[in-house]
């Protein structure tokens, strides 16, 4: 027995020696290869891990199923993308709202009202020559269109008999002349348009009857007057035409009754007694007379004012009494 544990006391310090330099050979072994997975030490430059080219003749290389993932790509199960399709930069766009539908349009507002006539619409298309309806009444009316030389003695017989009457003017003369133009309206006289310059009208174009009229207008509302609707054709030249023009620029054309011929002056055979006979003998309910403001241009007589004293008189005798176009307009 004692060679037995003499022998094993020589032998173990031998044993134990070679199985400590065994663990240490297999602990270098180990510490130095390092686990297949570690990456490089802290501090020590990456190398950029080899890959291996692809080999022309056999094409590029495919990883099966077993093959371990190529770091930085997706795994082989996983689709690539398409490089037709265009993958759209920044964030998703937002889904689109449907707008509301919109609004009905209003419906449209009706046409405003046609501007009232300023005159009786059974009127129109006619150049008036006499006041319907009127009773016993008599419109004295003055055309002014050349000079001013009877009125101060027209106006004087007016205020002094009561009496009122109705004046055309040209706008030329309602220019020349704006203090008539007050004169007349300070009387309480009622206006007229006569046209601007006095040509015959059927020879003008629509466009230019409403020239002159609008200038008439002008003038004399310039002088304080006021013509509207009233109108008297320049020699009394008129035809359908001209009537429908006038009547689209809110005009009442309105004519005569009896002319007192007074403007032919004492040259032309006319005097004052026969100014007077001619109104006399075509005396009716109505009645409206053409008298003139200026004189002759030959021999400056002013028959119709000398004769409107006496006149008025006779009228007056006759049952009638006086009234001005206004009276168109009820």
Do not use: C
Not at 29 to 39: I, R
Request: aromatic share 6%.
């Amino acid at each position: 027995m004692w060679s037995i544990f003499s022998d094993r006391r020589r032998w173990l310090p031998a044993a134990a020696a070679v199985l400590l330099l065994a663990a240490a050979v297999v602990l270098a072994v180990v510490f130095s290869a390092g686990p297949p997975s570690a990456g490089p030490a802290a501090g020590s430059p990456t190398a950029s891990p080899a890959v291996p080219a692809p080999s022309s003749a056999s094409g590029p290389a495919t990883a099966g199923p077993s093959d371990s993932p190529t770091p930085g790509l997706p795994p082989s199960d996983t689709p690539l993308p398409n490089p037709s399709e265009t993958v759209p930069a920044g964030p998703a766009p937002a889904p689109s709202i449907p707008e509301p539908p919109a609004p009905e349009p209003p419906a449209p507002e009706p046409p405003p009202p046609a501007p009232a006539v300023p005159f009786p619409a059974a009127l129109a298309g006619r150049d008036v020559e006499v006041i319907p309806g009127a009773g016993a009444v008599v419109a004295l009316t003055f055309d002014a269109g050349a000079n001013a030389a009877g009125l101060p003695s027209i106006l004087q017989t007016l205020a002094a008999t009561g009496v009122r009457g109705t004046f055309f003017l040209t706008g030329n003369w309602a220019a020349a002349n704006p203090s008539g133009v007050a004169g007349i309206v300070a009387g309480g006289h009622r206006l007229g348009n006569h046209s601007m310059t006095h040509p015959g009208f059927t020879g003008l174009p629509d466009a230019a009857i409403g020239q002159q009229l609008s200038g008439a207008e002008q003038a004399i509302r310039a002088g304080g007057g006021d013509p509207r609707p009233l109108f008297r054709f320049p020699f009394g030249e008129r035809d359908a035409r001209t009537i429908a023009a006038v009547n689209a620029y809110g005009y009442l054309p309105v004519r005569w009754t009896v002319d007192t011929l007074g403007w032919k002056g004492s040259s032309g055979g006319i005097s004052a007694q026969i100014v007077a006979d001619r109104v006399l003998a075509g005396l009716q309910p109505g009645e409206i007379v053409l008298m003139h403001i200026g004189s002759n241009p030959d021999d400056r007589t002013t028959l119709d004012a000398d004769a409107l004293p006496g006149m008025i008189e006779r009228i007056r005798q006759a049952g009638y009494s006086f009234t001005t176009l206004d009276a168109l307009l009820r």
